[in-house]
Each structure stands twice: as C-alpha cells, then as structure tokens.
C-alpha cells in the first residue's frame, strides 16, 4: 500500500463547476500537507499550505486536512479552463524530513 | 519569497555527453535543495537532497557517480548527468524551502522551478 493514495482521473468538468480533489494517507505522523498544480511542462506550483487539521481558505481554493480520518481535500470553485493541470498532494512530517506525493489528479475544466 | 529559476528549460544531446543543469534560489538562501525526477504521467521522485558545502544524500537506488550534484553556494545548486544515455531521458526538477527574511525554513514548502527536459538522442 502506497503511503498517499490519490486517484489519477482523468477528471474532466464543465467550467462554473466545483471541484473536489482528495488524497488519503497512511502515516499518522504527517502533520504539514500541500497542494500543488502542474501545467504541462512545467514545475509544481505551491497552491495551498496547511499545518495539522482544519480548513485553510484562499480564493477560489479551500484546503481540508482531516487527521482523524488520514484524508485531505482540495476544492476549487468556479471552476476555469485555466485550472486544467495535474493537481498533486504532498505532506511531510515536517522537521526537514522529505515530502510525500501523491500520484496526481489530472484535471480538464471544459467550456 | 521563495522564488526558484532552473535553467536550461530544454537541453538535447549526443548520448555519452554530460549535462548540467542550474538551479538558482533568486531571492532567498537555500541551505538545502531537492532534485527530482518525473516520468510522463507519474508524480515525482525524489532523487537526492543537496546541502550546501556538503555532499549531497541520494535515495536509495539513484547512482551518486552518474547524477553529480555541487550546492558550491547558498544560492546555486546544480545536477549534472555524467555520460548520459537515451535511458536518463526524463524531466528533472528542482525544489528549495520557502525562507523568511531571506533565510531558509524548515518547515516551509517546498517551491519548484520550471523543469529541465533532458533528451538524450
């Protein structure tokens, strides 16, 4: 079993939808957890940030970190053309220790 | 800030060359950078974790003779594939830590450059 599951997709919505993107885990030590967007071509874009539980707000974007249950969500509302890209999970037990990613959701906004 | 330049973007070479590849923290120190790997379709993998003015820690499985990495100064780090062969095609991309005040953090994310794609014909 993979250390974070996150489902491949392709995942493909109309423009104006919302969009719920999530990642399970298996190490309860994880305490720091990312969201990151990759356009084709290009390097990972740091979206959200968040440290242990709770909800983490920032535009269109609202990250979910559930200890108890290991799960994390991104959600994206209003969906635009322009959010099409890999969306990748990752997290850290922190203190320098190398982050985790998840395999990555790819995401088509459509018009 | 944590503002991370990689550079070449694109690089297409003979096999048997070696190529290096730049990355720049631009406004801030990195005491510790990252180097990955990306495959088509697959997430990323960690390749070895550069410590300036020290050597660096490869993964486990990843050639330290083949994937050279210097981190000479606070702000430069660079990768060079020695003798490379059409198998070390890949997208190469490299992660610092954000930094406050200009130094870096620990418990910061990481922030990734643009990427190399390296085609060894």
């Known amino acids: 079993q993979k250390e974070v599951e996150q489902d491949p997709g392709p995942l493909s919505v109309p423009e104006g939808a919302i969009v719920s993107l999530n990642c399970t885990y298996s190490?309860?030590?994880?305490?720091?957890f990312m969201w990151y967007r990759q356009y084709s071509r290009k390097g990972p874009e740091l979206l959200m940030y968040?440290?242990?539980?709770g909800n983490k707000e920032d535009g269109r974007f609202t990250a979910q970190v559930d200890k108890s249950s290991k799960y994390i969500s991104l959600f994206i509302r209003d969906s635009q053309p322009s959010d099409s890209a890999t969306y990748l999970c990752?997290?850290?037990?922190?203190?320098?220790?190398?982050?985790?990613f998840g395999t990555g959701t790819q995401l088509k906004v459509e018009l | 800030g944590a503002v991370v330049s990689q550079h070449p973007s694109w690089v297409i070479c003979k096999s048997g060359t070696s190529v290096k590849i730049e990355c720049r923290s631009l406004d801030f120190q990195a005491t510790t950078m990252f180097w990955y790997r990306q495959f088509p379709k697959q997430s990323l993998m960690l390749m070895a974790t550069?410590?300036?003015?020290?050597?660096?820690?490869?993964e486990q499985g990843v050639e330290k003779d083949k994937f050279l990495i210097n981190h000479a100064s606070l702000t430069l780090s660079t990768l060079t594939v020695t003798s490379a062969h059409p198998e070390d095609s890949s997208f190469y991309i490299c992660s610092a830590r954000g930094s406050d005040r200009g130094v870096e953090v620990v418990n910061q994310p990481q922030h990734f450059g643009d990427g190399t794609r390296l085609s060894i014909l």
């Open positions: 990752a997290m850290t037990s922190g203190g320098g220790n190398k982050l985790t």
């Open positions: 190490n309860s030590a994880f305490q720091y």
């Open positions: 968040t440290y242990s539980s």
């Open positions: 550069s410590n300036e003015g020290s050597k660096a820690t490869y």
